[in-house]
T-cell receptor, first 111, second 114 residues
Framework: QQQVKQSPQSLIVQKGGISIINCAYE??????FPWYQQFPGKGPALLIA?????SEKKEGRFTISFNKSAKQFSLHIMDSQPGDSATYFC??????????FGSGTQLTVLP | DGGITQSPKYLFRKEGQNVTLSCEQN?????MYWYRQDPGQGLRLIYY???????QKGDIAEGYSVSREKKESFPLTVTSAQKNPTAFYLC?????????????FGSGTRLTVV
């Protein structure tokens, strides 16, 4: 049972462009929504996270937008750089429970 | 520096063999997790442990076994019953009772059947 659906599976963006990755969830008990960045051959690393009491969180070029009523959240990467090329995972969890991950998006930023 | 160490980085298994993947953490985390990563399928939970000497099956536990004899260690055995073991295996840890907050991942072990 896939509780977090992520799209697109792959994304190609020109340098300086905006990368947008979307996720949708089903479990209304989820109360923590992180995004992870993974480079080839490495483990995922936490990029940015949000809780449902806010609709947006920004850290540098990375922004999470959260729509509680639609049960959707998205990652926006502004001024995308070739160094941002990686696989991005959204995830969700409820209190004291483990993370459930989306299927991942492979982002390629062209120079 | 605190972190999670997975070893080996690469592992090759012959048909019918059991192999054990190591995961050690010095973060003083109570909870530890094993995930399997396949292309296009994200991270799927194999087993998790919230406390020493206790662990629970995740979504894809068949063909795998774990132990949690020490807080710092959570080894994963891929048994011969796992018919398609070739994958990238990730270990993670977190403070217990915090949900997904504070997950830290290791660098992974790539297992290949030869």
């Amino acid at each position: 049972q896939q509780q977090v659906k992520q799209s697109p599976q792959s994304l190609i963006v020109q340098k300086g462009g905006i990368s947008i990755i979307n996720c949708a969830y089903e479990n209304t008990a989820f109360d923590y929504f992180p995004w992870y960045q993974q480079f080839p051959g490495k483990g995922p690393a936490l990029l940015i996270a949000i809780r449902p009491d806010v609709s947006e969180k920004k850290e540098g070029r990375f922004t999470i937008s959260f729509n509680k009523s639609a049960k959707q959240f998205s990652l926006h990467i502004m001024d995308s750089q070739p160094g941002d090329s990686a696989t991005y995972f959204c995830a969700a969890s409820s209190s004291a429970r483990q993370l459930t991950f989306g299927s991942g998006t492979q982002l390629t930023v062209l120079p | 520096d605190g972190g999670i160490t997975q070893s080996p980085k690469y592992l090759f298994r012959k048909e019918g063999q059991n192999v054990t993947l190591s995961c050690e953490q010095n973060l003083n985390h109570d909870a530890m997790y094993w995930y399997r990563q396949d292309p296009g399928q994200g991270l799927r939970l194999i087993y998790y442990s919230q406390i020493v000497n206790d662990f629970q099956k995740g979504d894809i536990a068949e063909g795998y076994s774990v132990s949690r004899e020490k807080k710092e260690s959570f080894p994963l055995t891929v048994t011969s019953a796992q018919k398609n073991p070739t994958a990238f295996y990730l270990c993670a840890s977190s403070l217990s009772g915090t949900g997904g907050y504070g997950y830290t991942f290791g660098s992974g072990t790539r297992l290949t059947v030869v």
